[in-house]
């Protein structure tokens, strides 16, 4: 019998893009095969062998630089049309400077996403999916401003070569995640470890480098080109612990400005630049820290100019939920920190269930909320596509919890559209197969096809996630058919 109990029965519009995602660290291996140069990922877990949690890295991944083949007819095979993946940045410029092409690499690129378009698949192309040019990383990689021309130089390449095929573009994926883990902390590469200040460079020259490049794909290669081109980020929501609180409720908005605003608000806002919450804070912080500047950049109001209305879409990744409150000196964070500076404290609701990794807590009306708060920020002028999102397990083939994510997931994304008025126009799915899951390694599943990663093979096999996906998009609807099982039912 067919379980409805909260199940929306809402369709997905008719022009509705499903796709499912990648990115080229993650899944392609071939590191240093057909002329790639080293990225940030490559060397640094040379270097530090025991950096993963499995003690793995990405020589050989899901070795897709030879299977690329196979992942076409698997992404074929879930009824989407649209394939996000990313191009690796030293594959094309393994010096990360245009001067050298390496040619090897761009026949890859071609090979994979003229093999899309025959599928009648549509490539979604991020550019900048954490993996730096090692060469670009020792001229101080995002916190030197002269990135901002080397991006340029790089995307110009793409667009040249890749431009006639490819018409969906994302500039970057996730400011905040890169810049927080991998300028702020070391969690992840390439590991600079400046807190309060290294994070701020970062994602302002990230900010500035989208902006480099929208523009030169707008002027430049558009008018021919015809494609479209955004940005990707991303953002848990922060619920308020205590609703009837007001510290709580500031700290929740608090939360969502300097976590989310802090890259959308230059970008998507009427006024551009920073929210005024979060120059605000940053500076008061900095000035009472003995700083004689805020440790925030200051745009200066071209910049701002070229930042404002900078992205077609909004790509917008998500997977969990906080609840948030008030924080104070004693939750421990380090002075200077962007988690000092934001002052929020998060936790997880004990009711929200956790099958995997131990921060993505399924709360799926925190996705509808997001969606919500994106629209009300910035209008609904500027479409919202998901780039991002999907759950991690232990790698089972039964796979009944990503199944009822996905459908619950899903349930309040077309909630968002029909109730409330959301403007998104796109879903894609992370990820296509299980895959190099950064600091986790291999240890973390999130894919919808199960790699066997004891073979050399590397052999593909989907998951019933996977089957119940394709249902999903085939029939522009929820799967009921697959809520089944009741410990695996979440309330709205
Ligand atoms: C995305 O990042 C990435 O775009 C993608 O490459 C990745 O595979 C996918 O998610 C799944 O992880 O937040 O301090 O508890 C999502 C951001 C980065 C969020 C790591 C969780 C764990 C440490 N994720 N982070 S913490």
């Known amino acids: 019998a067919l379980v409805r109990s909260g199940l929306s029965n809402y369709t997905f519009p008719d022009n509705f893009m499903f796709g499912v995602a990648t990115a080229a660290f993650q899944i392609e291996g071939g590191w240093n095969a057909g002329g790639k140069g080293e990225s ?13 949690l499995d003690k793995s890295n990405g020589d050989v991944a899901a070795d897709s630089y030879h299977k690329y083949k196979q992942d076409i007819v698997m992404v074929e095979s879930l009824g989407v049309k649209y394939y996000r993946l990313s191009i690796s940045w030293p594959r094309i410029l393994p010096k990360g400077t245009d001067d050298y092409i390496n040619m090897e690499g761009v026949k890859y690129y071609r090979r994979v996403f003229e093999g899309l378009l025959k599928a009648n698949i549509t490539p979604v192309v991020t550019l900048y999916h954490w993996d730096l040019p090692t060469p670009l990383m020792d001229l101080g990689g995002w916190t030197n401003p002269k990135i901002i021309d080397y991006f340029e130089d790089y995307a110009r390449v793409a667009f040249r070569l890749f431009g006639d095929v490819v018409k969906y573009w994302t500039t ?7 810049c927080y883990h991998g300028y702020g902390n070391d969690y992840f590469v390439p590991a600079v470890k400046f807190q309060g200040v290294a994070e701020y460079l970062c994602s302002h020259y990230m900010l500035l480098g989208h902006a480099r490049v929208y523009h030169l794909y707008d002027k430049t290669f558009k008018p021919y080109q015809k ?16 609703e009837n609180n007001p510290d709580d ?20 806002s009427k006024e551009g630049n920073y929210p005024v919450l979060v120059r605000e804070r940053i500076y008061n912080m900095s000035i009472s820290q003995g700083f004689a500047r805020s440790r925030l950049p200051v745009f200066t109001p071209q910049e701002i100019e070229t930042l404002r209305g900078s992205s077609d879409f909004f790509g917008l990744n998500h997977y969990t939920s906080i609840l948030a409150s008030s924080s104070s000196m004693e939750d421990g964070w380090a002075v200077p920190s962007l988690d000092h500076d934001t002052g929020v404290r998060g936790e997880q609701d004990p009711k929200w269930p956790i099958p995997g990794a131990p921060w993505l807590a399924v709360h799926p009306p925190g996705f509808r909320k997001l969606l919500n708060w994106i629209t009300k920020q910035y209008g609904t002028k500027v479409p919202i596509i998901v780039t991002e999102n999907g759950m991690s ?19 309040q994304l077309l909630l968002a559209i029909h109730e409330d008025g959301c403007n998104v126009a796109g879903y894609i799915a992370w990820t296509l197969m299980d895959d190099f899951e950064w600091k986790d390694g291999y240890s973390v599943k999130f894919g919808l096809f199960h790699v066997d990663y004891k073979s050399p093979r590397r052999t593909r096999t989907p998951k019933l996630s996977a089957i119940n996906y394709r249902e999903i998009v085939t ?18």
Request: net charge negative; proline share 4%.
């Open 249 to 268: 409720v500031a700290a929740a908005e608090r939360y969502l400005q300097m976590r989310l605003g802090q890259y959308a608000h230059p970008i998507y």
């Open 475 to 492: 029939k522009k609807r929820i799967n009921f058919d697959y809520i089944k099982i009741p410990s695996y039912r979440y309330s709205r």
């Open 227 to 242: 494609g479209i081109i955004g940005i990707t980020l991303d953002s848990f929501f922060a619920e308020p612990k205590d």
């Open 393 to 411: 397990d232990s790698g089972s083939l039964n796979d009944y919890e990503r199944v009822s994510y996905y459908n619950h997931y899903l349930e």
């Open 40 to 52: 940030v990922w490559d060397t640094y877990i040379h270097e530090h062998p025991d950096y993963t």
């Open 172 to 178: 970057i994926n996730e400011i905040h995640i890169h």
